[in-house]
DNA sequence: TTTTGTTGATTGATCCGTCAATAAAAAATA
DNA sequence: TATTTTTTATTGACGGATCAATCAACAAAA
């Protein structure tokens, strides 16, 4: 059965079946076993291709950053007005991609990895001032800089407690509901300054 | 050594130690050992008291939500007007004893393990449902009912984000800044309407 | 023959939960 | 009052289960 160039092909099976034992378990308490085999391979491949669990917790983190990533940029990228480069931001939040019950409890089980985690806890600041800079990016400007710094700080935490909510399937029933509510805030605090 | 009268006594020390090692550690991955030799007794005793670890966590989180709910009935007791219940139950959150590293540990690994667990699942949904309807004893004295909804939910996902936030140490650094923020939403919210 | 891919079996560690044993206080009985 | 018995408090030791990580071995491609 072996077939060259596997790795690349197995590093990607390994990495999703990770996220879907996460959204199914709703926690990182998963074992090498059990996401072996969810992508078809045994445990001890996956060692071999990671090494520790940590670094295969830590690969899963970083690829569902990337496609955040990715997606925000394609999003930015065909906004230019100011007030609908925020919008961008919101929206790729809370799109299709990003708003699923899978990847909303792995972001929830990494905050709370991230606490005994240094490695963890990097990447998820660094997806947490990126946040910030991409809506920053649209405010500063509609708003002066101190003031949208702390609009940028509120719209960040509102979109993370969210995404808590919506993953207790308490609360914001959809994205819709949740960007309107989003939204919401902003217009009221855009229109409030004029 | 054995004193008649020691169950309340232990069962408070080993909730205490409980709650101080979740806040260590950042997480539920904590061992009934640990836990146990915190309070200064052995894992047995702390098995013959709460039977399964599962119990004692949940016996830690109803603590915690015990807590919460008499402080926020206190503050609502000496708060009349609408618009200051709203920031009665908003502060209450952010008060010394509710926004301490240690809760907002625990807070955020419970909130993960109630993926798993019906039990802490149904705990934190009564605790979601008293924030929403205690914030909504203050806002539908100020706004049409089905916009107090929306504000209380936007409220409330204010807060649960701040506390992520607080727990990742990034973004807002003291409660002062935290209530600051959630006023400012209120105001402008409030204001807007008339 | 070297590299790449793959796994079954195993080891070692961790940890939950139980149980028998001990000891002191309280209650019951003589 | 003096004794036995029961209840309450407490622990060390252990069984059993789970799992991460390793390794030797095998197979196919280069």
Redesign the pocket.
């Known amino acids: ?10 590093r990607k099976a390994l990495i999703d079946a990770t996220i879907s034992a996460i959204g199914e378990r709703g926690s990182l ?8 085999g969810r992508a ?17 917790l830590l690969a899963t983190m970083r690829h569902i950053l990337a496609e955040l990533t990715t997606d925000t940029r394609r999003a930015l990228h065909s906004a230019s007005l100011p007030r609908e480069r925020v919008s961008a931001v919101v929206a790729v939040n809370f799109s299709d991609a990003q708003f699923q019950p899978e990847i909303i409890a792995a972001w929830l089980a990494f905050y709370v990895e991230a606490q005994k985690s240094a490695a963890l806890r990097r990447l998820l600041k660094v997806y947490a001032r990126r946040l910030h800079s991409n809506l920053m990016s649209g405010l500063t400007g509609i708003l002066p800089r101190s003031e949208a710094d702390r609009v940028a700080e509120a719209t960040a935490a509102l979109i993370d407690g969210l995404y808590i909510r919506r993953a207790l399937k308490d609360g914001v029933p959809n994205a819709a509901t949740a960007i309107a509510l989003v939204e919401d805030y902003l217009e009221t605090k855009l229109k409030a300054r004029q």
Chains 1, 2 share one sequence.
């Open positions: 059965m072996p077939k060259v160039g596997m790795e690349p092909l197995r308490d998963v074992t090498m076993s059990e996401i072996a078809g391979v045994s445990s001890a491949l996956a060692h071999h291709y990671f090494g520790a669990k940590d670094e295969l």
